[in-house]
């Protein structure tokens, strides 16, 4: 079984209103397909299509107030309403509760215990790591349960060796932003082929897209309209090399924001649960489902312990 985890911060479910929400003004036409000429709108979920079940799913879990980056990412990788138990939504980065919280158990701890191979595919650039070491820079609710789990973070190294990705697929940020000017190039068709080949090699593949919450609270309507585009040619890709037999794609967030550009912050929407598969796997992951604390449990049912 493979599983695929896609997270993209900060995508709720809203209208489809194109003045506000980049989900209905931008041109995806492999997500439509995928989810048989819909688009991903409060109005298309839930719905089930031949290859794919869009959820959506709670992110506020209960608790007054905005969903917030720490709280949420730690709920998605702990399977435990991490608001609930510090007693607020709290970000973006985690504090020390929230970091006990992660670091005591996670999915990434469980899928070592349980003899399975995990990993997180971003790569990280040199002053990344950098700053995390100067304690100028805080490692946010995901690398930290990775981390914790005693895996490594990707490097420069795999970057360019291609175990691991630039966080817009393509490396063209890594070239026009972080000074790696001989940076490896990907089209996003690639990219998102190139994604599916290297998940094969785990049993679980994460991979974190932030630049979505960025687009978000800037109110960057082409921007964001440009990424979701980028986003949909990735996958064309991944769709196109991945076996649905084998295992199950997730698309999902910690809290919303992006969907709706009329305001700076989060907002209270429900989030995404996109997954993609044979219809007996999403059926076994799908049942029961209903907000981002139950997500870790859903993926982990597939790994029994050995």
């Known amino acids: ?59 506020n879990l209960g608790v007054e107030g905005l969903p917030q980056s720490a709280t949420g990412q730690a709920a998605l990788v702990t399977g435990k309403n991490v608001s609930q138990l510090i007693g607020e939504h709290y970000g973006p980065k985690p504090t020390r509760e929230i970091a006990a919280i992660i670091k005591e158990d996670n999915l990434f701890i469980q899928m070592q215990q349980r003899g399975y191979r995990s990993t997180l595919l971003n790569a990280y650039p040199e002053r990344y790591f950098a700053g995390i070491e100067s304690g100028k820079r805080l490692l946010s609710a995901i690398p930290l349960a990775v981390t914790s789990a005693g895996i490594p973070l990707m490097t420069v190294e795999d970057y360019y060796a291609g175990r691991a990705f630039s966080v817009d697929f393509t490396g063209q940020g890594w070239r026009e932003q972080l000074g790696y000017h001989d940076a490896p190039l990907l089209g996003p068709h690639a990219a998102g082929a190139k994604l599916a080949e290297v998940t094969r ?92 604390s139950q997500i870790a449990p859903a993926i982990l049912q597939f790994y029994p312990p050995g």
């Open 1 to 59: 079984m493979k599983f695929l985890f896609l997270f993209m911060d900060g995508i709720g479910l809203a209208p489809a209103d194109a003045e506000r929400n980049p989900f209905a003004a931008a041109k995806m036409p492999i997500l439509s397909s995928l989810l048989g000429d819909a688009a991903l709108t409060a109005e298309n979920a839930p719905r089930e299509s031949e290859r794919a079940t869009l959820l959506a799913l709670d992110a």
């Open 201 to 292: 090699e785990y049993d679980l593949a994460f991979f974190e897209f932030w630049p979505s919450d960025y687009a978000g609270h800037h109110q960057d309507h082409a921007g964001a309209i440009a990424l979701l585009e980028n986003f949909d040619a990735v996958l064309g890709g991944l769709l196109e090399t991945w076996n649905d037999e084998e295992g199950l794609i997730l698309v999902t967030s910690d809290h919303g924001n992006m969907e709706d550009l009329s305001v700076r912050q989060h907002t209270s929407n429900p989030v995404p649960g996109l997954v993609i598969g044979a219809a007996t796997l999403r059926q076994k992951f799908c049942t029961g489902l209903n907000d981002i």
